[in-house]
């Protein structure tokens, strides 16, 4: 479900020069898991991930929903409808954006230390800030956790990735795409 959001009041620098990730952009991630958390516990959802950042068309607040029967186009409009609310009232000073919220599909976000536990013996991809072994991207089936640590199966190794240092992790089909 797509929703723009325009506002009237929005000045033009509004988030012009700040790349996704940025410190703006995880406080606003932060405030916006604050609202959602609750309404998708009163949903019966799970609230998977949240990306906020500029794309093509401008920023897009992109929310992905999940429950274990599997999310209906129902849940996402009524979530995205109640959002559209919530974030009227309590951040009026994000600028203009597109919000979407959606299921997460086959390609789902790994953002909680517990979905990579949940989540055993499946096929993810793993981006880290830093290198590991000279290395920031794996691809491999996803071992536990320990002691906040990802144990990953690649290459007929195991790598072990803190979990701190992950920038972006989702589960991927069979033949690795995402």
Known sequence: ????RHKINAKKSDNRNQKSGSKNDKAIIKQIEVLVEPLCDSEG???????????????????????????????????????????????????PYTLEVTSPGSERP?????????????????????????????TGIIMGTSAEQIKLSSNEKTVVIPFGHIA???????????
């Not at 517990?114 to 055993?120: C, P």
């Open 1 to 4: 479900m797509k929703t723009k």
């Open 45 to 95: 959802l799970e609230l998977v991930h949240i990306e906020y950042q500029r794309e093509a068309g401008g920023r897009v607040l992109r929310l992905y929903i999940d429950r274990p029967a599997g999310v209906s186009i129902d849940d996402c409009v009524n979530v995205s409808r109640q959002l559209n609310d919530l974030l009227d009232v309590k951040l009026d000073t994000m600028g």
């Open 110 to 138: 790994l953002s909680k230390l517990q979905d990579y536990e949940r989540f055993k013996g499946r096929k993810a991809k793993i981006k880290t800030r830093q290198p590991i072994n000279e290395q920031k991207n794996f």
């Open 168 to 178: 972006k992790a989702r589960l991927v089909d069979a033949d690795g795409e995402i």
